[in-house]
């Protein structure tokens, strides 16, 4: 039984950083993993993600503040988030793939994961 269990959330103010991550259990280290993002009254967006040969996929919006990894264990999957924005507020889910290769067009893609975490709040204001 798969299950992935979000951290790290929190307020913050704009420019300021914080870290999510991610545990998962009953994966391989080869699923392709990725975060997402939802605001209400919108539609989940991807925000990054790592297949199982360690390519990874940034969003435009994040691209220069964001980072994306997986522990060594390659189970956990991490966010670094720096320079923080207002309009990166939003509840973030982790999500996984059986799959070791994800095209890049597919990685942001919520529709191409089959597990999905609960979600973890950020909330970027002063």
């Known amino acids: 039984q798969v299950q992935l269990v979000e951290s790290g959330g929190g307020s913050v103010q704009p420019g300021g950083s914080l870290r999510l991550s991610c545990a998962a259990s009953?994966?391989?280290?080869?699923?392709?993993m990725g975060w997402f993002r939802q605001t209400p009254g919108e539609e989940r967006e991807g925000v990054a993600a790592?297949?199982?040969?360690?390519?990874?996929t940034l969003a435009d919006s994040v691209k220069g503040r964001f980072t994306v990894g997986k522990d060594n264990d390659k189970t956990t999957l991490t966010l670094q988030m720096n320079t923080l924005r207002p309009e990166d507020t939003a509840l973030y889910y982790c999500?996984?793939?059986?799959?070791?290769?994800?095209?890049?067009?597919?990685?942001?893609?919520?529709?191409?994961?089959?597990?999905w975490g609960q979600g973890t709040q950020v909330t970027v204001s002063s």
């Open positions: 790592v297949d199982g040969s360690g390519k990874t």
């Open positions: 999500a996984a793939a059986p799959t070791s290769y994800m095209s890049a067009p597919y990685r942001l893609a919520p529709s191409s994961y089959e597990y």
């Open positions: 009953g994966v391989y280290g080869w699923y392709t």
